[in-house]
């Protein structure tokens, strides 16, 4: 009896283990495989147009891919998944549906509960394959509530034997290097080209689909992203072999030069299943057994992985669905429109925002401390900050956006995943980029025209919440600073604060369906 397996667009894997379920159960001659373009999906926001392109075009090569190692696979472009799920049942006569476990909330939520009874035949849901931390569950000290990364990423490290001198010590003596990796860019670096796909018969059908739609955000010139496997891991070789030397020391570093710098670019390949997470660990670490990276280069880069990655996700999972609508501090503003068009005179607000609307990328310490600290200090409301990511940011998903852009950037969470805010006046971006020395604000002053809105921002967000911020001991030292200021002083800074939000301009249309 034919079966069918349903493969979800960002489960673009080598091994697929509903379809290697339904293959062991049924023999391939009995499986037939459904990939389906949704045009609910593509329009639940206003995209950034080439993620649209490097969506529909990387599943549209894992459709062929599958089809020339033998597969039947049915790849449907209609309303909605459950129609095109129908559609698919009906013409192959399929008894049974294998699917694995989406990597989001609301879908896997559908996948447990309504999906059989929407579709009317049996299901199976496989475990989720793209995350380690689905093979091996590290547990928090008991009755700690808080259970820092740190302390997972140890208990991953040890459980995978990842950089590891037998099986308690980490290799080179320390777990962290973190203190070796906070350089600023000296004045004179090249970094190396950026790899570059040219778009093949199937992109550039692609590319004229998503120009057609009256929908999206920013440009569609010049797609080369990497659609199909074997570039993408073409991507993370040139990155292991020119760029993970570096990573490590200028990990927090921004400029107005470019974001990329030496970090990896290959979080939207592994957001979708073209790459795989282990595979990362292994060539990183493999550099740094060679002698090719140093060991707080190779370190960094896998803490990002096997750390941050898969603690997020981790995170998510306990949190949900109360994170969505978490909001601590009480943000009420809507987006400012600054960050959908980069129209404002804040250098580093203008630059970031630019190049998220053109290349859907910016580094992790931009996302943090310029995008959401900014968002933070200035009461937006946490969702609307975090439609903003899942619009324009190509590695966008929600299982990735929600810890980070509610929890870690606007600790939105009650500080569930980061003890403390993560705010700061414009003295740490001028430290650690070039694009206070081109702005028409200055990161010196505190009040007066020319004052950076993150210093009215930051110290009026103080005033106003020091009795709490005071019982947070991560924040002592920052309170502290506040009486350096007169009352007469923080009268003035906050009266300018209100007055800059009161005139900042807010996106208020509702982020469906919309051309912006
Ligand atoms: P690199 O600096 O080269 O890091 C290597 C890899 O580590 C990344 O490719 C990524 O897979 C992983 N990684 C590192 N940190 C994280 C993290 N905190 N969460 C998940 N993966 C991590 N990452 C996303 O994949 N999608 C997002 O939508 C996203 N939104 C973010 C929003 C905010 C406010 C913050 C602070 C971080 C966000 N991150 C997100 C995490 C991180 O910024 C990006 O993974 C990273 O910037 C991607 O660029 P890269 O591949 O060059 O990363
Ligand atoms: Fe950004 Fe302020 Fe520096 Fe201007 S002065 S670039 S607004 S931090």
């Known amino acids: 009896q034919p079966v069918s397996v349903w493969i979800l667009g960002d489960q673009l894997l080598e091994n697929h283990p509903a379809l290697q379920a339904a293959e062991r159960e049924h023999g391939r001659e009995q499986v037939h495989i459904v990939m389906i373009e949704s045009d609910e999906r593509i329009h639940q926001l206003p995209y950034q147009r080439q993620k649209l392109v490097l969506l529909l075009s990387a599943?549209?090569?894992?459709?062929?891919?599958?089809?020339?190692?033998?597969?039947?696979?049915?790849?449907?472009?209609?309303?909605?998944?459950?129609?095109?799920?129908?559609?698919?049942?009906?013409?192959?006569?399929?008894?049974?549906?294998?699917?694995?476990?989406?990597?989001?909330?609301?879908?896997?939520?559908?996948?447990?509960?309504?999906?059989?009874?929407?579709?009317?035949?049996?299901?199976?849901?496989?475990?989720?394959?793209?995350?380690?931390?689905?093979?091996?569950n590290p547990h928090p000290e008991t009755g700690s509530k808080h259970y820092i990364m740190e302390n997972f990423y140890r208990q991953m490290r040890k459980h995978f034997n990842v950089l590891m001198d037998g099986p308690d010590e980490p290799a080179g003596g320390k777990w962290n290097y973190d203190a070796m990796n906070r350089e600023p860019l000296p004045k004179k670096l090249d970094f190396p080209e950026k790899p570059s796909y040219k778009p093949d018969k199937i992109t550039n059908e692609v590319i004229k689909l998503v120009e057609g739609m009256r929908h999206g955000v920013g440009n569609i010139q010049n797609f080369d992203l990497a659609v199909t496997r074997e570039n993408a891991n073409d991507a993370l070789e040139r990155f292991v072999n020119e760029r993970l030397r570096?990573?490590?020391?200028?990990?927090?570093?921004?400029s107005s030069q470019e974001s990329e710098l030496f970090h990896s670019q290959?979080?939207?390949?592994?957001?979708?299943?073209?790459?795989?997470?282990?595979?990362?660990?292994?060539?990183?670490?493999?550099?740094?057994?060679?002698?090719?990276?140093?060991?707080?280069?190779?370190?960094?880069?896998?803490?990002?992985?096997?750390?941050?990655?898969?603690?997020?996700?981790?995170?998510?999972?306990?949190?949900?669905?109360?994170?969505?609508?978490?909001?601590?501090?009480?943000?009420?503003?809507?987006?400012?429109?600054?960050?959908?068009?980069?129209?404002?005179?804040?250098?580093?607000?203008?630059h970031v925002s630019k190049r998220v609307l053109e290349t859907g990328y910016s580094n992790h310490i931009e996302r943090l401390m310029i995008v959401c600290n900014f968002c933070l200090l200035a009461g937006i409301r946490p969702y609307d900050?975090?439609?903003?990511?899942?619009?324009?940011?190509?590695?966008?998903?929600?299982?990735?956006?929600?810890?980070?852009?509610?929890?870690?950037?606007?600790?939105?969470?009650g500080g569930r995943i980061a003890t403390k805010p993560y705010i700061s006046s414009a003295n740490y971006i001028n430290k650690m980029s070039n694009y206070c020395s081109e702005c028409h604000y200055s990161p010196k002053e505190r009040t007066g025209e020319k004052a950076c809105p993150y210093n009215l921002l930051y110290w009026d967000f103080l005033a106003q919440n020091e009795e709490l911020l005071r019982s947070n001991p991560r924040l002592g030292p920052n309170v502290l600073g506040l009486r350096n200021i007169s009352e007469q002083e923080r009268k003035a800074i906050h009266q300018q604060a209100v007055a800059f939000l009161d005139h900042l301009k807010y996106y208020e249309g509702k982020a469906k369906d919309e051309t912006l």
Request: net charge negative; charged share 20%; proline share 4%.
């Open 59 to 136: 599943m549209r090569h894992y459709a062929d891919e599958l089809r020339s190692s033998g597969y039947e696979v049915d790849y449907i472009c209609t309303s909605s998944f459950a129609d095109g799920l129908k559609q698919h049942l009906k013409q192959r006569h399929s008894t049974h549906l294998y699917t694995m476990a989406a990597s989001e909330y609301d879908a896997r939520t559908i996948q447990e509960k309504h999906l059989e009874s929407a579709i009317g035949v049996p299901t199976t849901l496989l475990p989720n394959s793209q995350f380690l931390v689905e093979q091996f």
């Open 385 to 413: 900050v975090a439609e903003w990511f899942l619009a324009c940011y190509f590695d966008a998903y929600d299982w990735v956006v929600l810890p980070n852009v509610i929890g870690m950037g606007l600790n939105a969470d």
């Open 266 to 350: 290959l979080s939207l390949y592994v957001n979708i299943g073209l790459l795989d997470p282990m595979d990362m660990i292994r060539q990183a670490e493999k550099a740094y057994n060679d002698g090719s990276v140093p060991l707080n280069s190779a370190e960094g880069f896998i803490r990002q992985i096997l750390g941050w990655r898969e603690y997020m996700y981790w995170q998510y999972w306990q949190l949900m669905p109360d994170l969505k609508t978490t909001n601590t501090w009480g943000g009420k503003r809507a987006m400012p429109l600054m960050f959908w068009n980069g129209e404002t005179e804040m250098n580093c607000v203008s």
């Open 246 to 254: 570096e990573f490590g020391p200028y990990e927090d570093a921004m």
